[in-house]
Every structure is written in C-alpha cells, then in structure tokens.
C-alpha cells in the first residue's frame, strides 16, 4: 500500500522568506507525484506534477520540487512567499498501474506580513 | 481550457429531499471523479467513471447516486442525506483513467459544491 505524510499541519513564514512544505511518500516503486493547491471556499488547483524524468520539476506560481527517490521525498519550495501563496497544500502519489490518488493531510500555509 | 465546472455553488437541503450535484467539462477526458471533501480533511474518493461506466464505488452509502449521462457530464443524486455528509462536493477529470501503459494522468478539479444538510 502507497501512503503519503506531510510534516507540519500548519507552517508560517514572513513574506519574502523561503516557502518549504515536507512530503514523504512509501512506495514500493516510484509513484506519480503531485502537489495541489486549494484556497478557501475553492477546489484544488495542480500546481506540479513528477512522473519521470527530471527530478527537479517547476510549477506555476513560482514553485518547484525536487524528486529524492534515495530519501522518498517530494518537497514543495518556492524562493520567496508572497501573500497570496496562503492557502491549504496537499501532496499526493498515485502508484504505477493503480487507479486512485492518495493524498497527504494537508498542510496549511500562513504567511506573515 | 482546463476547467471543470459545478453547479451549484452552494446548496441547503432537508433530510427528506431529493437533489441533484452537476460537474462538466469539455477538456475531451474520459474519467471523471466524485469526491468528498470535510473541513480541514483531505478529499475523499467517492466514485470514478471510466468512459462512462462506473469503474471504482468506494463502498459510498446509496443516499448517494452518481450518473454519467455522457463524456462531458457527471451528476451526483442525492435522496435522504444525514447531517453528517454535509460537506463539500468536488468533481474532478483525467485524460484516461489508466492507459494502455499502465500510466495515470493528473487530474483536475472544479470549484465543488458546498452542501449543508440540515
């Protein structure tokens, strides 16, 4: 079975500051890989995706995130926060051949001014 | 264009009532998910249709009915809904469910439907 774990339910940073959300998978096999975005009140928005290839994969908004197979990590980073990143981040795998999507608890991203 | 619309937006009803959810989109994708969102919680799968046959019922009570009446459309029908499953209600698409490979594809959400049973 395919699990997912985001460190931190809840991270704060001050705008201009380094934005980086943990998230670790368990996969026999290297899954697919997604970080999703949902502001209030709204659905998920895909901010980036690995499937295969490059393991450092860029994203809108300024995010990126970088696959470490050696560490089963999927981290989400973006170089400078602004105020409008604040909004709820969930990673999510999806294994080779299985149909569902799994996704993390969430991790909620203030951003102080 | 990679938008996926639901309608409505917000919807109240009564244990006893008999109401409809709508997702669409006209991206061409050929699986369409329902799932079940509660606050602070991630979604929840409720159902998957795979060129309009339902392919995954996550064993989802039958006070919950989907529909997919063609590639474009998926309704959720809902009759007799408990307090407890007021929630949010998001749709999504993907390209294919899995192809031929065995791979999957991203898949992409409306805005939901916020339901309150009251």
Redesign the interface.
């Known amino acids: 079975a395919q699990s997912v774990t985001q460190l931190g339910s809840h991270v704060s940073v001050s705008e201009g500051a380094l934005v980086l959300l943990r998230c670790n998978y368990s996969s026999s096999v290297p899954p697919y890989l997604f970080w999703y975005v949902q502001y209030p009140n709204q659905g998920l928005q895909l901010l980036l995706k690995y499937t295969t290839g490059a393991t450092l994969v860029k994203g809108i908004n300024g995010f990126e995130a970088e696959f470490k197979k050696s560490e089963t990590s999927f981290h989400l980073t973006k170089p400078s926060a602004h105020m409008s990143d604040a909004a709820e981040y969930f990673c999510a795998v999806r294994r080779f051949g299985n149909e569902k999507l799994t996704f993390g608890t969430g991790t909620r991203l203030t951003i102080i001014p | 264009d990679t938008e996926?619309t639901?309608t409505p937006k917000h919807l109240v009803m009564g244990m006893t009532n008999k109401k409809s959810l709508k997702c669409e989109q006209h991206m061409g994708h050929r699986a369409m998910y329902w799932y079940k969102q509660k606050a602070?919680?991630?979604?929840e799968?409720m159902f998957?249709y795979s060129y309009e046959k339902l392919?995954?019922n996550e064993s989802v009570p039958s006070r919950f009915s989907p529909e997919c009446p063609n590639s474009s459309l998926l309704n959720l029908h809902l009759h007799a809904l408990q307090p407890e499953d007021s929630a949010l209600y998001?749709c999504?698409s993907s390209q294919v469910?899995?192809d031929e490979g065995?791979?999957?594809y991203?898949?992409?959400?409306?805005?939901?439907t916020?339901l309150t049973v009251t």
Request: no cysteine; charged share 20%; net charge positive.
């Open positions: 996926v639901q602070k919680k991630p979604p799968l998957v392919s995954i998001l999504a469910l899995i065995g791979r999957s991203e898949q992409y959400f409306g805005p939901g916020r």
